[in-house]
């Protein structure tokens, strides 16, 4: 399913893999990962990943989307020696400009103190192994938090669209999220990182009419 919305179309490929369009044809995809892609599509202008995790970081992925001129922009901890593409190093924390597009990086993280631990009590995503991206694009501010729980410094952020994960475990649950959004008062939520996995099921329908009710639109792209 795609979304269009203040001139960007947004598809979901599944579980964490976005496609973005904007109006004036430009093609960004975020955290490609093969196992969910169809095909090879090569159109990718940018491609972004936020960390290594294997549904996140997949070489085979990048290679399937990008365009034979295709800018890689990839968070500085992520090892890509074997990707066939020179890479653009994203920062823990900090503004950059990747091909023209302005990105601000924000750390990304389970609170060792919360529920999304292992059985020995460690974070799934510790400290500095995971960015988010808040990407201006045509005008448009659009949230990626990744793989993290709602963190104090995600309420800071201005964002036009909020693409949050909502399927609790790994990351934050849909109620996080919720309150995630609450915060930063978005046009439109899109959630993704939910179902494809049975520790990541949750209840997305429920998701929207919570935040609906408070006069946010959602979509379940």
């Known amino acids: 399913m795609t979304v269009t919305d203040e001139g960007i179309t947004f598809e979901r490929l599944g579980h964490a893999s976005k ?32 960390h290594d995790d294997f549904d996140h970081y997949d070489p085979d992925g990048i290679e399937a989307v990008a365009g034979p001129d295709a800018t890689v922009a990839v968070y500085e901890a992520v090892d890509t020696d074997e990707l066939a593409f020179d890479v653009v190093d994203l920062p823990l924390e900090g503004e950059t400009t990747v091909d023209g597009i302005d990105v601000q990086t924000v750390p990304a993280y389970n609170d060792p103190e919360g529920d999304h631990v292992d059985d020995d009590g460690n974070p799934f995503h510790a400290e500095g192994e995971v960015i988010g991206l808040v990407l201006e694009l045509s005008g448009t501010t659009v949230f990626f938090p990744s793989d993290s729980d709602a963190l104090e410094h995600h309420e800071t952020i201005t964002a036009d669209v909020l693409v ?42 429920a998701f929207a009419k919570e935040l609906e009710a408070d006069g946010i639109r959602v979509e379940l792209f």
């Open 19 to 50: 496609r973005l369009e904007t109006d004036d044809g430009r093609v960004i995809y975020v955290d490609p990962w093969s196992d969910v892609l169809e095909g090879e599509p090569g159109d990718g202008d940018v491609v972004f990943i936020t």
């Open 164 to 205: 949050p994960p909502i399927g609790g475990h790994f990351t934050m649950d849909r109620h996080e999220a919720a309150d995630l959004a609450r915060h930063i008062e978005p046009e439109l939520v899109l959630p993704e990182h939910y179902d494809t996995f049975e520790p990541i099921e949750t209840d997305a329908e």
